[in-house]
């Protein structure tokens, strides 16, 4: 894992909330809605493909733990869960709470409105609440 690097946009784009045992799990700066990023902390990954067997698998746990998280802290209606990698190509999953009230709602999320940041006291609690939750 020392060759690692996050992608330039996944690190502006995101604040560090944990590491699990495969992925960095970070929030998206946009308060509109609970989003979270994991980024496997392999070198040069751009599909799913590229993860070895057991790998795969232990993504997913993860992805699975931190929709549990999400759903848990939000009491969401769905998770969107996503890998696209079209505008970032490092392998990223995208682990998103959704609300029929969101303003995007039933669309995916992407290019709706401005991102919103968090407030520093906003982003503060988060960042708190979800790394607590994902690490007990």
């Known amino acids: 894992m020392s060759d690692f690097l ?3 946009q996944l690190l502006a784009d995101t604040h560090p909330v944990c590491e699990l045992a495969l992925c960095s799990v970070r929030l998206m700066d946009d308060a509109r809605w609970p989003w979270l990023v994991l980024v496997p902390r392999l070198p040069f990954l ?3 493909v ?3 067997t057991d790998d795969q ?3 997913l746990k993860e992805v699975n733990r931190a929709g549990r998280v999400l759903q848990r802290l939000y009491r969401c209606e769905k998770l969107n869960v996503a890998a696209l990698g079209n505008m970032v190509p490092q392998l990223h999953v995208h682990v998103i709470a959704r609300h029929k009230e969101d303003c995007a709602w039933p669309r995916p999320v992407w290019g709706q409105g401005t991102a919103e940041p968090y407030s520093p006291e906003q982003l503060s609690r988060e960042l708190l609440a979800l790394a607590r939750a994902l690490t007990a």
């Open 46 to 48: 751009r599909e799913l």
């Open 6 to 8: 996050l992608h330039p």
């Open 57 to 59: 698998v232990a993504l």
């Open 50 to 52: 590229d993860l070895s």
